[in-house]
């Protein structure tokens, strides 16, 4: 088997994550030439940030598969200010479709320094604003719109910041970069302390 490839790329808004689309909407063909990788997961259309994309197989089954329990990191700008207990119903878990999500960290935090947004955020006048950080350990279909939404208070920005320990740290939209076989197996370390019966370490 070839080595494994390992690809950090920030997706941007409106781009789907998947190389063909018959609708002519923007693709990761328009940003990623290397080939035979594939994205490890999904990020919905309107959201932003980490994606990893390889050609290795079991490592794209587990940075996928619910059992390992894999932390990823976001940033959501919602409408208003959540209180205690909205927080601390995120961090216990929240009824959305497909049933109550696991146990999460969530938490206010100032806004990030993120590049503007190609379209604007919808803002409401007398509404305020503010940006909550998520950890979770799975990733069901809009997961953190739904959870939000769940409690009150409407996802009007989501970007990935964080799989683990790889960051989006050094890109920009559109740009992605090499992981080094030390980073690699770094990540697949990670994976396997995650793995279901352990808890992913706080931040």
């Given amino acids: 088997m070839a080595d494994a490839i390992v690809l950090r790329f920030w997706k941007p808004y ?3 994550t998947k190389f063909t689309d ?11 030439q290397v080939p035979d990788v594939y994205a490890a997961g999904r990020l919905d259309y309107e959201s932003e940030g980490l ?14 598969q619910p059992r390992y329990e894999h932390p990823r990191t976001y940033w959501a700008q919602v409408e208003r200010i959540p209180d205690e207990a909205a927080l601390q119903a995120l961090c216990e878990g929240v009824e959305i479709k497909g049933g109550l999500t696991r ?21 409401r006048k007398n509404v305020p604003d503010c940006w909550l950080e998520l950890v979770l350990t799975e ?5 953190v ?10 996802t ?15 890109l920009q939209p559109g740009q992605f970069d090499v992981l080094t076989s030390q980073q690699i197996e ?7 302390t995650n793995r279901k019966g352990t808890r992913p370490r706080k931040r």
């Fill in 156 to 170: 009007l920005r989501l970007v990935r910041s964080a799989i683990g320990d790889i960051m989006l740290d050094g």
């Fill in 51 to 64: 994606l990893l994309l390889t050609n290795d197989g079991q490592l794209n089954a587990q940075l996928t």
């Fill in 103 to 123: 146990p999460a960290q969530a938490r206010l935090i100032e806004s990030p320094d993120l590049p503007e947004r190609p379209v604007p955020i919808r803002f």
């Fill in 22 to 32: 018959e609708a002519g909407r923007a693709t990761l063909a328009d940003y990623i």
């Fill in 14 to 16: 409106q781009v789907l």
């Fill in 186 to 192: 770094a990540l697949k370390r990670s994976i396997t």
């Fill in 145 to 154: 719109r739904r959870m939000t939404a769940a409690v009150g208070h409407p």
């Fill in 139 to 143: 990733g069901r279909n809009r997961q």
